[in-house]
């Protein structure tokens, strides 16, 4: 098949599914899948402009699918919480920055955030959740997301409603080498983000961890380790920490290292899944000369989880003091205290 028989098929997908096609997409994306929407809603405004698709349906067709998304997404954080977070973490290339900076910024300019939410890499999967965990009202989240998504979608589908005076010379254009180029462009960018994002994966890995059990030897000594929270406001303050724990974020460590020791152990956690975080500001503290420098292994989860378990323990022995003892040969005979 030639490539301009490629592109004459996902021209004809588009001028005979194209709604459908428009939704799925805008959907997919909203939900966190790293498929880019903005490509398509050109194209869409580009048929729109040649009439081969009415541009208002297309609009509501967008806001509607970027609406269902983001309310799902909302949904989840105001029922689960902090959990959802977690899930967005699990899928974010850079999760421990992006979940970071969107969240603050997200803090920071409240319900407004959500009219530029899609225009801001990461903050528009975040966004939605961060609204139900903070318990944003759904009118108003509805109001505020929706106006961006009108924005949005408008932005898009207006570029290439803009273009669609050019359609025929960049058909004849895309033709030719559109086949080739996206090949190219699509090989290229997947085998860079997959390197990208296994490199940084295995980087962290290899960072060396202390464990809780490790550390809840070392904070009995004489000059205990100065322990760094680098979880973020709504983690933080959601689940308690460790005790005398100093709250910063990776910034803070850019910043600020030169307010800490570099002649005292320092132990980072965070709530994140294989403690990038922490791994990430144990690495950015090894590049400023800090070689007493560990992330707690398991993070907030792995501390409480023995906390707990120590507790529970402590609760056992208890109760075995307190329990009588029974004295038998074969029955029970009298109790002793």
Partial sequence: MSGGQVMNDILQILTQHGTMVLVAVVFIEQIGMPLPAIPILVAAGVLAGTGH????????????????????????????????????????????????????????????????????????????????????SLPIFLLYDGLGAIVWAGSG??????????????????????????????????????????????????VPRITVEQLTERLKAAEPPLLIDLRPRIGAE?????PNALRMSLEDLVLRHGELSRHR????????????????????LYKQGFTRVWPLAGGIKAWNA??????????????????PELIHDGAQIALIR
């Fill in 53 to 136: 698709m009415n541009i208002w349906i297309a609009v509501v067709a967008t806001v509607m699918a970027a609406l269902g998304a983001d309310w799902i997404w909302y949904e989840l954080g105001r029922r689960r919480g902090r959990l959802v977070l977690d899930w967005v973490c699990r899928i974010a290339l850079e999760p421990d920055s992006c979940v970071r900076k969107t969240e603050n910024f997200f803090i920071e300019h409240g319900p407004h955030s959500l009219v530029a939410a899609k225009f801001i890499p990461g903050l528009s999967t975040i966004a939605p959740p961060l609204a139900g965990i903070v318990g944003l």
């Fill in 157 to 206: 589908l207006g570029i290439g409603y803009a273009l669609s005076d050019q359609i025929e010379q960049a058909i004849t254009y895309a033709k030719q080498i559109a086949p080739a180029a996206i090949g190219a462009a699509v090989g290229a960018l997947i085998g860079y983000v997959s390197y990208k994002a296994l490199l940084r994966r295995r980087q962290l890995r290899r």
């Fill in 238 to 242: 959601a689940e308690p920490g460790l």
């Fill in 265 to 284: 152990d320092l132990v980072l956690y965070c709530g994140c899944p294989e403690d990038i975080a922490s791994a990430q500001g144990t690495l950015l």
């Fill in 306 to 323: 023995r906390a707990v378990k120590h507790q529970d323990a402590t609760t056992i022995l208890e109760a075995q003091r307190s329990t």
